[in-house]
Structures are given as C-alpha cells and as structure tokens.
C-alpha cells in the first residue's frame, strides 16, 4: 500500500509542478510533396525549389506547384534537419514544425509527432489520437481501442501510405488496421486526414489515418541506436506490465550511392482489470396474460419498462504484443531511388470474465415492493417464483440467476511488404509501387454458467447507491459465496478464425506546367489491388436444467472453485463463488470426456443432431458454424488526375482539384440456412410435413463505380492570415460481415423472424464540406476555427423490417443489416496553440495548446413503419431522425507543458460530452448512452545527460469511471465501468 500511494503521490505532484502535458500534434492542413528540402519527410526538384522561390516573390505565399498530399505517397530518405536529430526532439520544436505544416499545407490533417526515436505521447496509436481535434475514442480492455472522426467511425488506415488492415473475424469489419495494436515506439508520426485529395487512396467517410514508420535515410549519417524500456502499474488488480523497444539504423554512402538500413522492434506484456455492472435491454414486463404484468398495478401493466438482466463482474486479461519493422534504402543517384522495407505486428491475447447475473423480466415472476421512476421506468422490485393457480411452478421454482465465467485467447499476425521506385528529374516525377500483405486472426474461448441451489427469491434496485457511480445491485435468499449451494447449468466453447490477403501495385506521374501560370503542375495515376477475405466460426454448448442433474462444482475434473469480487469504485457490495475459469480452460479435453459421460439434457451447436459423443467428441469444435462463415473476393481499380493552380485576385488564391474513378468488383460466397424444409406431394403442394434442416451454398457477384471528386481553395489575405475551403465527395465500404452471403429460414414456425446478411448493400458516401480561418503569429502560435458539414447516404445499421421472403412466398419479420437514408453531420472545431516567450524568467518555458470540437448536428435517416398501411402491396415505411452513434455533441482538450534543456512535463485533459453507443428507428429502449467524461493524463522527463531521458507517466489520475444510461429512459441507470488508474516508469536513450 505505501509502495502505490508513493508512486501516485509522485506522479500527481510532478505533474501538478509542471503544470502540462503537450501533444506534439497540432492540427495541420497536410504539407504537399515534393516539398521542402530542409524537410526530412521529402523531397524537391529544383524546378520546384525555383518555382517557389519565383511564388514567394510574387505572392509571399508558396505556389504549391507540383504537391501532393504527404499520405499520398510516402517519399524515401531526404536530408535531415539542421543538427542530425532523429527528428526534431522537444516538444517546443515539434509543436512548432506542425503548425509550420499547417501554414503551408492544403488538406486537413491533425499531425502528432514523435519527440523522439521510440517516443510518442502514448501508448498505442489510439491513444495518441485521443487529443486531436475533432477525434473521440473509447476504451476497454485497459486501452483506447475504439475511435471517430468529426462523430463518424468510417476511416481508412494506411502505413506510410498504402492501405493495411486487419483480418476480419465474425462481427468485424476487415477493412481497417487493428492501430490500438500498433506500439507507439515503431511510429514516426501519425497523420489523422479530414479531408481526401483524388490521389488519396478511398475507403474512410470519417477520414483516414495514416502511420508513418521511420526509415533509415530519415536518419543522421552513420549508425543511429535508441530504445528504451518502461514498466506499468495498474492500480486496479495491482498489476506490473512491461515493454521495451529498439532501433538500430545506419546510413552510409558507398560507391554506387547513399544506402541505410533499419530495424525497429518493439516488446510488452500489458495486463489489465476492470469491474463493472449493467442492466440490459429493458422493455414492457411480460406478455399481456403473462404472470409478471399481472402482478403490477393495474395502471402500470402496459406502460412500464425494464431491464431483461442485471450482472456484476469483472474483466481481467493480458497481451503479449511484438513488433518488427525492417527498411532498406539506396539511392545510386539525385534522380533514381528504391526502398523495399517489410513490417509485422503480432498480438496473442488472453482474456477472462467472470460474472454474477439476474434475469429480472422472466413471465413466471411475482413483482412485489415496486419501485416506479417519473418516466415510467421499474428502478427496483422484489422477485418471487410462486405456485400458479393450479399448484404448478415454473423453470423448478428458482429465480432465474446465478454465475458466469469463461476464458478467450486470440492470436491476430499482419504482415507487410513494399517496395517503391522513385525516378526525378528537373519538372517531373515518377513514382512506382508495389505492395503483398497478409494477416491472419483466430481465437479460442470456452466457458461455464452456473446456478444456486434454493434460489427461490431476489432483490434488484437498477438505480442503487451500494456501487459508487450508481447502476444495479441485487441480492439473493441464499448465499452465492457458499460453494456446497453452486451447482453447473451449461458448459460451452467457441472457435473463430480469419485470414485476408492483399496485392496492389500503383503507379504515379507528377508533371509541372508551369511556374506563373494559372495552371501550375498535374499529377496522374493508377492503382490496382486483388484482395481475399475469409472466416469461419463454431460453438458446442451442453446444458444441465433439472437442478436434480446439475452437477457440483467440485465434479469437474481439475477444476476448483473460485471467489470472485470486483473491484468496484467505493467498495464491492457482491461477492460470489464459481469455477475458476483458467483452469476450465486449461483442463478442457478432460471437460469434453465429463460432458459426455454426464449426458447433458440439452445440446447446441453445428452436429447436434448425432449426439454428445460426436459433438464433444474432440478437444475443440470442428464444424463450421453457417451463419459466420464466408468467403470473399475483392478487387478495384482506380484512376486519378488532378491539377494544381494559384492566381492573384483581390488576395492571392492557390489549390488542386482533381477526379477518381474506382472500380469495385468481386465475389461472396455462403450459405443457406433451411430449418424444418417443407415436404412437397408430387403436385408441389406442402404436406405440412417438414423435413431435415437443409443447407444450400450459394453465391454472389458484385461490380459497382465510384466517381470521387475533390477541390481546395486557400486564400492569402496576408502572410499570418488565410481562408481555406475545400470539397470531397468520399465512399465507405460496407463491413464484410454485413455484406455476408447468408440467410435462415425457420419453416417450422411460420411467425419466427428471418435473420439474414445483405450482400446488396451499397457504400456509404458523403459530400464535404470545409471552410477554415487561420491566423498565425509568433513562433508556432496558431488560432484557427474551422467549420464542417458532410451530408451523408447509405448509413448501414442492423434493423428489423417487414418485406416479402420469396422462399415463403409471403411476408415475414427480416432481420439484417441495411442502408439508411440521408443524414447530416454539421460542427466546428476550434483550436489554439501559443508559447510564452514574451514572459520573464521561467515562465517563458510554459506553453499551451487548447482545441474543441462541437456537433450540434449528427442526423440519421431510418424507416419505421408508417401508422397508415396500404390494404395491398409492401409495407410503408417513414423516414425518422434519429442521432447518430458516438457522436458526442461537444469535446475538447486542455494541454499544458513545461520544458527545458533537462526536465519537461506535460499534462493534458481530455473531456467529451454524452454520447449514444447504437442507433434504432424500431425499438429505442434498448439504446445506451455514455455519459459525459474526463480523463486527465500527465508525463515527467527528466535528461540528466544528453543520451538518455528517465520517464514517469499516470494516466487517468481522477480515476474516471465510465457511467451510462438509457437513452429514453435516463432516470434508469445502465451501470459503471471502472478502469482504474496506472503509473509508467522508463528510462529512454539514444547514440
């Protein structure tokens, strides 16, 4: 306890003293390339260099001649700043090259720099991005690993450059990198895109985020060595994570030109613990007939709502994370050079949960003791399981409740390979490159549920003050830590696996037209990719009810029982006993053997059918379960061109408009699901007998063209101050998984629903709006405000909806995911960034930097039912708005820092304003919504000698607990997650 009060102590008060954490990401408008030669991110012909020179006579401006957006293409070694840094070290210097970026660039892009090799401000990549303008993230698992741009999660990822993702497992998308598996210490920068020029790669309706890894012909001549090493605690779970990183490069020259290398790889082991508890799914109690809308008032029957379930638990993991990535680069002359570098990020996961729940909404329920909000929501009830009229007794006469656990480890592996040919001569410029990627993910996971004996009666208040923070608590009749009462309910486990390929080639042609003229430079180019999707899944699960057959906990073999209690802000006020879920998981082959010698009441799963002994007969399942398994093909070609222009009118006026054309064309295969199909008589007719559940391949094409225009205009009112502006029209790809070839039909039971993927979805596309006004002053000072709009089509969410069902030749419920229609997203960003060099002493070493977001619009499209139907013909629907998901009306961040030669310090407050967490026109009550948040971060560095920097780091010191609601009912609590807060110690160095 000493040892952890210290460490926080210290690392409050140092941050405190600082008074600053300072993001070396200033929002930029990105810096076109070829560029400026003192720039190690490009390159410049000497055109180029004479045609600005000529520009800045005539407009005092850059004529931006010739540029290109910096994500676009990702241009080899340059020479290096002033001093042979790595990059500029400080978080003064870096700070100020952003904002210099912004002052000369064209698109809209949020820059966040290393200070130095193997240093960014956080992390991962997510968590990084957490300060920029206009981006929101959430967090699980110990991490930032969810995130938006401007209130939209359709985003492109790229690493330096060309487009990489993760491979999909059922339920993901596939299309993006996996960035909160990304180590900071690999990362140069990282650019977050707003806007997209036609020779931006397509894909993010939000924006893009581009990962610059570091190469050798960035770095200084000779060899360059830096690392580093940090340990974590985590103060919930009291757990110790460490990491570690190392570069070596050298860059030399050698008879046939400049050469370098790098290796850059990059080791931890964090390890985290979070508890939390939620209510779910609240809705009218019961049936109209049914015993626990009876027991209710008769005022309340129809009217009110709540929860299906209520749980504590707890999540407890670790992950084991490497990293490797390796460049070569030579240069045999001024106009000719080739990089061919490779990169791999791995990760092997191990999560666990444990969790004690209470189903509240059962029909066979007695609700005594209610407790009603204003809004008409149940917030706490006694259950009882009582006797019927007639003497009978529902589910044995237990309350529906009892305990849940389970393991899931994962292994995800991408890998990356590039090699680019650069050829420059004075006015033009032509790029090659091609690239091969692969990954591949899969997990494992088994389980248990368990239940109480003499479970007869319990207790739920959904808005209870035992738990800090509010949410559920219940209690029990009997006691759930006496383990001679648990008894084994279910047993079950689940496999997944994904895999996706890439190959894509582009080729690019810079020409410049002219150094005065209206037209400056035009740029040209091509690009090709062939891309395989694939993932399949499985689940077995056998269950126990009659509580005379549920066997002990004891029974399992090698398996013991286990105490669990969450540690929940203020306290845990529940504790419970059941099986330990790493030593289920760990003895699962001898579980498969206890599963079928104990002849479970009820089995689930693909194979069902033949029995226990075939289903459990292996260690692990091996069929493939249809719903999410597919298989997919998918190519595109694009083309572009664009133009760069500047003229003098009343102010001088520079900018690029362009046009890309993309062709989308592939394939998805899957399957049909026919349960019970109907037995025809010889005349076609239905016997109204059914027979064995069918399966039926089938398979779709697909082919479709995008044109994506884009245009950008900066006004030069003076050197400090400009106006840009700017349109894009840009395209989202659906999800794989929504896009899966699938669809179960039950004949057995004509009222159940059709569940469905949607292979006719469309993309998701939007039109962009931009305009932005800027003043500069200073060095590095920067005031802007920005104001967006994207109107957007095609908005995919899951939904239900009546329509017609060929296969039935009638009208039945379908759920499956589809295109909504129009929708807005309107803000303005804000943002200042100032030093305080005109302060006396050490004041002058302060500096600030503040930037908001704010959303008031972020609408959504979506069809209900209309009220009035035609008597023939489909259904009618209506278009309703409704908020879009994660969209938080308002965020801001307030960051301070402090440096000199030898200590720096930096301390930074993120905040975001409530937020919903899903969108549903047909029933909202199930809809969650965050509550606000704040989560306050600091860092220390201290450099006692030139090559080498001893770090402390805390983030979340307010020990923020995430907090939710009910969207329609906000007097009824969700629950509360809390993550705890975590302390870094690192030494850093560098030769």
Same mark, same amino acid.
């Given at each position: 306890?000493?040892?952890?009060?210290?460490?926080?102590?210290?690392?409050?008060?140092?941050?405190?003293?600082?008074?600053?954490?300072?993001?070396?990401?200033?929002?930029?408008?990105?810096?076109?390339?070829?560029?400026?030669?003192?720039?190690?991110?490009?390159?410049?012909?000497?055109?180029?260099? *004479?045609?600005?020179?000529?520009?800045?006579?005539?407009?005092?401006?850059?004529?931006?001649?010739?540029?290109?957006?910096?994500?676009?293409?990702?241009?080899?070694?340059?020479?290096?700043?002033?001093?042979?840094?790595?990059?500029?070290? /400080?978080?003064?210097?870096?700070?100020?090259?952003?904002?210099?970026?912004?002052?000369?660039?064209?698109?809209?892009?949020?820059?966040?720099?290393?200070?130095?090799?193997?240093?960014?401000?956080?992390?991962?990549?997510?968590?990084?991005?957490?300060?920029?303008?206009?981006?929101?993230?959430?967090?699980? %698992?110990?991490?930032?690993?969810?995130?938006?741009?401007?209130?939209?999660?359709?985003?492109?990822?790229?690493?330096?450059?060309?487009?990489?993702?993760?491979?999909?497992?059922?339920?993901?998308?596939?299309?993006?990198?996996?960035?909160?598996?990304?180590?900071?210490?690999?990362?140069?920068?990282?650019?977050?895109?707003?806007?997209?020029?036609?020779?931006?790669?397509?894909?993010?309706?939000?924006? *893009?985020?581009?990962?610059?890894?570091?190469?050798?012909?960035?770095?200084?001549?000779?060899?360059?060595?830096?690392?580093?090493?940090?340990?974590?605690?985590?103060?919930?779970?009291?757990?110790?994570?460490?990491?570690?990183?190392?570069?070596?490069?050298?860059?030399?020259?050698?008879?046939?030109?400049?050469?370098?290398?790098?290796?850059?790889?990059?080791?931890?082991?964090?390890?985290?613990?979070?508890?939390?508890?939620?209510?779910?799914?609240?809705?009218?109690?019961?049936?109209?007939?049914?015993?626990?809308?009876? *027991?209710?008032?008769?005022?309340?029957? @129809?009217?009110?709502?709540?929860?299906? #379930?209520?749980?504590?638990?707890?999540?407890?993991?670790?992950?084991?994370?490497?990293?490797?990535?390796?460049?070569? %680069?030579?240069?045999?002359?001024?106009?000719?050079?080739?990089?061919?570098?490779?990169?791999?990020?791995?990760?092997?996961?191990?999560?666990?949960?444990? &969790?004690?729940?209470?189903?509240?909404?059962?029909?066979?329920?007695?609700?005594?003791?209610?407790?009603?909000?204003?809004?008409?929501?149940?917030?706490?009830?006694?259950?009882?399981?009582?006797?019927?009229?007639?003497? &009978?007794?529902?589910?044995?006469?237990?309350?529906?409740?009892?305990?849940?656990?389970?393991? &899931? @480890?994962?292994?995800?592996?991408?890998?990356?390979?590039?090699?680019?040919?650069?050829?420059?001569?004075?006015?033009?410029?032509?790029?090659?490159?091609?690239?091969?990627?692969?990954?591949?993910?899969?997990?494992?996971?088994?389980?248990?549920?368990?239940?109480?004996?003499?479970?007869?009666?319990?207790?739920?208040?959904?808005?209870?003050?035992?738990?800090?923070?509010?949410?559920?608590?219940?209690?029990?009749?009997?006691?759930?830590?006496?383990?001679?009462?648990?008894?084994?309910?279910?047993?079950?486990?689940?496999?997944?696996?994904?895999?996706?390929?890439?190959?894509?080639?582009?080729?690019?042609?810079?020409?410049?037209?002219?150094?005065?003229?209206?037209?400056?430079?035009?740029?040209?180019?091509?690009?090709?990719?062939?891309?395989?999707?694939?993932?399949?899944?499985?689940? #077995?699960?056998?269950?126990?009810?009659?509580?005379?057959?549920?066997?002990?906990?004891?029974?399992?073999?090698?398996?013991?029982?286990?105490?669990?209690?969450?540690?929940?802000?203020?306290?845990?006020?529940? &504790?419970?006993?059941?099986?330990?879920?790493?030593?289920?998981?760990?003895?699962?082959?001898?579980?498969?053997?206890?599963?079928?010698?104990?002849?479970?009441?009820?089995?689930?799963?693909?194979?069902?059918?033949?029995?226990?002994?075939?289903?459990?007969?292996?260690?692990?399942?091996?069929?493939?379960?249809?719903?999410?398994?597919? %298989?997919?093909?998918?190519?595109?070609?694009?083309?572009?061109?664009?133009?760069?222009?500047?003229?003098?009118?009343?102010?001088?006026?520079?900018?690029?408009?362009?046009?890309?054309?993309?062709?989308?064309?592939?394939?998805?295969?899957?399957?049909?699901?026919?349960?019970? +199909?109907?037995?025809?008589?010889? +005349?076609?007719?239905?016997?109204?007998?059914?027979?064995?559940?069918?399966?039926?391949?089938?398979?779709?094409?697909?082919?479709?063209?995008?044109?994506?225009?884009?245009?950008?205009?900066?006004?030069?009112?003076?050197?400090?101050? %400009?106006?840009?502006?700017?349109?894009?029209?840009?395209?989202?790809?659906?999800?794989?998984?929504?896009?899966?070839?699938?669809?179960?039909?039950?004949?057995?039971?004509?009222?159940?629903?059709?569940?469905?993927? !949607?292979?006719?979805?469309?993309?998701?596309?939007?039109?962009?709006?931009?305009?932005?006004?800027?003043?500069?002053?200073?060095?590095?000072?920067?005031?802007?405000?920005?104001?967006?709009?994207?109107?957007?089509?095609?908005?995919?969410?899951?939904?239900?909806?009546?329509?017609?069902?060929?296969?039935?030749?009638?009208?039945?419920?379908?759920?499956?995911?589809?295109?909504?229609?129009?929708?807005?997203?309107? /803000?303005?960003?804000?943002?200042?960034?100032?030093?305080?060099?005109?302060?006396?002493?050490?004041?002058?070493?302060?500096?600030?930097?503040?930037?908001?977001?704010?959303?008031?619009?972020?609408?959504?499209?979506?069809?209900?039912?209309?009220?009035?139907?035609?008597?023939?013909?489909?259904?009618?629907?209506?278009?309703?708005? #409704?908020?879009?998901?994660?969209?938080?009306?308002?965020?801001?961040?307030?960051?301070?820092?402090?440096?000199?030669?030898?200590? *720096?310090?930096?301390?930074?407050?993120?905040?975001?304003?409530?937020?919903?967490?899903?969108?549903?026109?047909?029933?909202?009550?199930?809809?969650?919504?965050?509550?606000?948040?704040?989560?306050?971060?600091?860092?220390?560095?201290?450099?006692?000698?030139?090559?080498?920097?001893?770090?402390?780091?805390?983030?979340?010191?307010?020990?923020?607990?995430?907090?939710?609601?009910?969207?329609?009912?906000?007097?009824?609590? !969700?629950?509360?997650?809390?993550?705890?807060?975590?302390?870094?110690?690192?030494?850093?160095? #560098?030769?």
């Amino acid at each position: 306890m000493l040892q952890r009060e210290t460490i926080r102590l210290f690392a409050m008060g140092s941050a405190m003293v600082a008074l600053s954490i300072g993001l070396a990401a200033t929002e930029a408008l990105a810096a076109p390339i070829p560029s400026q030669i003192h720039d190690p991110e490009v390159k410049q012909t000497r055109a180029e260099r *004479s045609a600005k020179r000529k520009a800045v006579r005539e407009t005092r401006r850059s004529a931006r001649a010739g540029k290109v957006a910096a994500h676009t293409r990702r241009i080899e070694g340059s020479p290096t700043v002033a001093g042979g840094d790595i990059i500029v070290t /400080g978080i003064r210097q870096s700070v100020q090259n952003s904002i210099d970026r912004k002052h000369r660039a064209r698109q809209i892009v949020d820059v966040v720099t290393a200070e130095d090799a193997g240093k960014l401000p956080d992390n991962n990549v997510v968590e990084a991005m957490a300060r920029v303008t206009g981006v929101t993230v959430t967090r699980s %698992q110990g991490r930032a690993n969810g995130y938006n741009i401007r209130g939209l999660d359709g985003v492109q990822t790229t690493v330096n450059g060309v487009e990489s993702s993760t491979a999909p497992l059922p339920g993901g998308a596939g299309r993006t990198l996996a960035l909160e598996s990304v180590p900071a210490e690999l990362v140069k920068s990282i650019e977050v895109y707003k806007t997209r020029t036609a020779d931006q790669i397509e894909g993010g309706i939000g924006g *893009s985020v581009n990962i610059e890894l570091r190469r050798p012909l960035d770095l200084r001549k000779g060899w360059t060595v830096a690392g580093g090493v940090k340990e974590q605690y985590g103060e919930l779970g009291k757990l110790w994570s460490p990491s570690g990183s190392l570069l070596v490069a050298k860059r030399f020259d050698t008879g046939i030109g400049e050469m370098g290398f790098l290796i850059n790889g990059a080791y931890s082991k964090p390890k985290y613990q979070e508890a939390y508890n939620y209510s779910e799914s609240p809705d009218l109690v019961g049936c109209p007939t049914c015993t626990i809308r009876q *027991s209710l008032p008769a005022g309340q029957r @129809d009217t009110v709502v709540t929860p299906y #379930r209520a749980a504590y638990g707890e999540n407890s993991g670790e992950r084991e994370q490497k990293s490797l990535s390796a460049a070569v %680069q030579w240069r045999p002359s001024s106009k000719l050079s080739f990089v061919l570098e490779g990169s791999y990020f791995g990760e092997e996961s191990s999560d666990q949960f444990n &969790s004690l729940f209470l189903r509240t909404r059962e029909d066979y329920y007695t609700l005594r003791n209610v407790r009603v909000s204003p809004g008409g929501a149940l917030l706490g009830y006694d259950i009882l399981n009582l006797p019927t009229a007639t003497g &009978s007794i529902a589910n044995f006469g237990k309350v529906n409740a009892g305990f849940t656990g389970g393991r &899931s @480890d994962g292994k995800a592996n991408t890998y990356r390979t590039n090699f680019e040919t650069h050829f420059e001569s004075p006015g033009i410029r032509i790029d090659f490159t091609t690239q091969y990627q692969w990954s591949n993910n899969q997990y494992y996971s088994n389980g248990h549920v368990g239940t109480y004996l003499g479970l007869t009666s319990a207790r739920v208040d959904f808005d209870s003050p035992a738990v800090k923070g509010n949410g559920p608590f219940f209690a029990f009749n009997v006691s759930p830590t006496d383990p001679a009462l648990a008894r084994l309910e279910s047993l079950n486990d689940n496999i997944g696996a994904g895999e996706n390929t890439q190959f894509s080639a582009q080729t690019d042609l810079w020409k410049e037209l002219s150094s005065t003229g209206l037209f400056r430079s035009a740029k040209l180019g091509a690009r090709l990719t062939r891309n395989t999707y694939g993932y399949n899944s499985s689940y #077995r699960f056998a269950g126990w009810f009659d509580p005379v057959r549920q066997p002990l906990l004891s029974a399992l073999p090698g398996v013991s029982a286990v105490t669990i209690t969450p540690e929940l802000p203020g306290g845990s006020p529940l &504790s419970w006993v059941q099986l330990n879920s790493d030593q289920l998981y760990n003895n699962w082959p001898a579980v498969t053997k206890f599963i079928t010698a104990n002849n479970p009441e009820f089995l689930d799963g693909i194979g069902r059918d033949a029995g226990v002994a075939s289903l459990f007969g292996t260690d692990r399942p091996n069929a493939d379960d249809i719903v999410y398994s597919s %298989q997919s093909k998918e190519n595109t070609f694009a083309a572009y061109a664009t133009v760069d222009y500047a003229f003098k009118a009343a102010f001088p006026i520079d900018g690029n408009v362009g046009l890309r054309y993309v062709n989308t064309y592939g394939s998805i295969t899957g399957r049909n699901l026919q349960l019970g +199909a109907p037995i025809l008589n010889p +005349a076609g007719q239905p016997t109204g007998v059914f027979g064995p559940d069918v399966v039926q391949d089938t398979a779709v094409n697909r082919n479709y063209v995008d044109l994506l225009p884009s245009a950008f205009a900066t006004v030069h009112f003076t050197d400090k101050v %400009q106006l840009r502006g700017s349109y894009s029209y840009n395209v989202q790809r659906p999800s794989l998984f929504d896009l899966r070839n699938w669809r179960q039909i039950d004949y057995r039971n004509p009222g159940s629903p059709v569940y469905a993927g !949607n292979p006719a979805l469309v993309p998701t596309t939007t039109n962009d709006y931009n305009l932005a006004l800027e003043w500069y002053f200073g060095k590095g000072g920067i005031i802007s405000l920005t104001g967006f709009s994207k109107s957007q089509k095609g908005f995919i969410y899951n939904t239900r909806q009546r329509e017609f069902v060929p296969e039935l030749g009638d009208t039945r419920d379908v759920y499956k995911t589809r295109n909504a229609g129009p929708g807005k997203t309107q /803000g303005l960003e804000f943002q200042a960034t100032g030093f305080f060099t005109f302060l006396p002493g050490f004041l002058r070493n302060f500096g600030a930097t503040a930037n908001a977001t704010w959303i008031p619009t972020a609408d959504l499209s979506l069809p209900v039912e209309a009220a009035i139907q035609p008597v023939d013909g489909p259904t009618a629907y209506d278009l309703v708005k #409704r908020r879009a998901p994660f969209a938080s009306r308002w965020s801001y961040n307030l960051i301070g820092y402090y440096e000199t030669a030898m200590f *720096s310090a930096r301390l930074a407050y993120n905040w975001r304003s409530e937020y919903q967490t899903a969108v549903d026109a047909v029933n909202q009550s199930y809809i969650i919504s965050s509550r606000a948040t704040g989560r306050l971060d600091s860092a220390v560095n201290l450099t006692p000698i030139k090559y080498l920097t001893f770090t402390i780091e805390a983030q979340n010191m307010l020990n923020a607990v995430d907090k939710s609601f009910y969207f329609i009912n906000p007097d009824l609590p !969700n629950g509360v997650r809390a993550m705890g807060r975590t302390v870094t110690a690192g030494a850093r160095f #560098r030769f």
